[in-house]
């Protein structure tokens, strides 16, 4: 299995722009996690999708970012328009929605907005 | 209620010593603590986890030490490598319901040869 896979895996924009981030996650897994990680906050849970279905979107820090899953094998993180403080490494994550979930990582996509 | 504080920050060890990390939490539905183990430029990946019905799990060089009391659990790393220079994540979740990961803050190992 190629694992987690996302895109782009670096991205550095201007200010105001839209971002879009990629994820694919594990075939057969049927939850997906969007994590931020930052120097000060460490990893921070943005929202949690299962079945294709958003769970938990608590983290999502405002209206500038939103998050779908329109299929099993595809999520887009988006950022409209970006800040500098948005500027981060954001992970994706797959795992089985059941007991004792190992939560798998992609590579992560590192976002510099300038 | 929600929180897992982990500790220290960073953490320099000398090649074949001992590494310890600590982390406590306060929901006790908590009842699965996995660590994650991060290189740079890498995702982190699961290392080893243990639920709260024992006290201690060992995998290698790398044990969990449990205290469900305390609320405390923590990770050794036996004989210490440079290669497990790293950061290290301790999490916390639940294994009915809602799946998510609570994660603490890393702890950034060295191990210095």
């Given at each position: ?42 990893l ?71 | ?35 994650y ?7 982190p ?43 290290y994540f301790c999490a ?11 994660f603490g803050?890393g ?7």
């Amino acid at each position: 299995d190629a694992g987690v896979i996302q895109s782009p895996r670096h991205e550095v924009t201007e200010m105001g722009q839209e971002v879009t981030l990629r994820c694919k996650p594990i075939s057969g897994h049927n939850s997906l996690f969007w994590y931020r990680q930052t120097m000060m906050r460490g990893l921070e849970l943005l929202i949690y999708f299962n079945n294709n279905v958003p769970i938990d979107d608590s983290g999502m820090p405002e209206d500038r970012f939103s998050a779908k899953m329109p299929n099993a094998s595809f999520s887009t993180l988006k950022i409209q328009p970006s800040e500098p403080r948005d500027s981060a490494v954001y992970f994706c994550a797959s795992s089985l929605h059941r007991e004792v979930n190992e939560q798998f990582f992609g590579p992560g996509t590192r976002l510099t907005v300038l | 209620q929600q929180q897992v504080k982990q500790s220290p920050q960073s953490l320099i060890v000398q090649k074949g010593g001992i590494s310890i990390i600590n982390c406590a939490y306060e929901n006790t539905a908590f009842d699965y603590f996995p660590w994650y183990q991060q290189f740079p430029g890498k995702g982190p990946a699961l290392l080893i986890a243990i639920r709260p019905d024992v006290s201690e799990k060992k995998e290698g060089r790398f044990t969990i030490s449990f205290n469900k009391s305390a609320k405390q659990f923590s990770l050794h790393i036996m004989d210490s490598q440079p290669g497990d220079s790293a950061t290290y994540f301790c999490a916390a979740s639940f294994t009915s319901g809602t799946y998510k990961y609570i994660f603490g803050t890393g702890t950034r190992l060295k191990v210095l040869a």
